[in-house]
T-cell receptor
């Protein structure tokens, strides 16, 4: 089946630095990618929807200047957490699909720890 | 290895039929379990979750799931489905793996309800 590769799986960074997370669809072209975060003991929260070649659509309450999303190609979307702070420590996961009615495939997630 | 298995890839039911979608997991520690739904053209929504306590969990839209620890299962049920329940359903596991979080999704089950 289709594979979505997310990298890195675990990152530790200093407060104030930026971290980039990559999400790649390995054997299909993803017209849409989604970015989620999950805090401990909570469910997934959708952060933004990313369509190839256009600006990401952010959910209410998500700072677009802090969480930069780029979907430059049909197989790659990146999430950059800029000037990370300890409260940004969370589990981030991406998903991808080909078309509106197509199946959703998930990456393996990235655990971000900001010191 | 940690995994979530959803054995049914596509389930087709008539309206008013009863539904049970299987979810089995493999994880060595304490688990939090989720069922998410994705309606056509929409993003993921949380149906229900289990953290602790009563193993029979009731969610939105008449769905419920039962955590059976001895069987490593968390099957989703609904007594009478409606056409509007047509969607893709994902079972997910979040393991309490110390400081490193992990969220594992099943491959999803597509439910088609015939009017």
């Amino acid at each position: 089946g289709a594979v979505v590769s997310q990298h890195p799986s675990w990152v530790i960074c200093k407060s104030g630095t930026s971290v980039k997370i990559e999400c790649r669809s390995l054997d299909f072209q993803a017209t849409t990618m989604f970015w989620y975060r999950q805090f401990p003991k909570q469910s997934l929260m959708l952060m933004a929807t990313s369509n190839e070649g256009s600006k990401a659509t952010y959910e209410q309450g998500v700072e677009k200047d802090k969480f930069l999303i780029n979907h430059a190609s049909l197989t790659l979307s990146t999430l950059t957490v800029t000037s990370a702070h300890p409260e940004d420590s969370s589990f981030y996961i991406c998903s991808a699909r080909v078309g509106v009615k197509e199946k959703l495939f998930f990456g393996s997630g990235t655990q971000l720890s900001v010191l | 290895a940690q995994s979530v298995s959803q054995h049914n890839h596509h389930v087709i039911l008539s309206e008013a039929a009863s539904l049970e979608l299987g979810c089995n997991y493999s994880y060595g520690g304490t688990v939090n379990l989720f069922w998410y739904v994705q309606y056509p053209g929409q993003h993921l929504q949380l149906l229900l979750k289990y953290f602790s306590g009563d193993p029979l969990v009731k969610g939105i839209k008449g769905f419920e799931a039962e955590f059976i620890k001895s069987k490593f299962s968390f099957n989703l049920r609904k007594p009478s489905v409606q056409w509007s329940d047509t969607a893709e359903y994902f079972c997910a596991l979040h393991g309490d793996g110390g400081s490193q979080g992990n969220l594992i999704f099943g491959k999803g089950t597509k439910l088609s309800v015939k009017p």
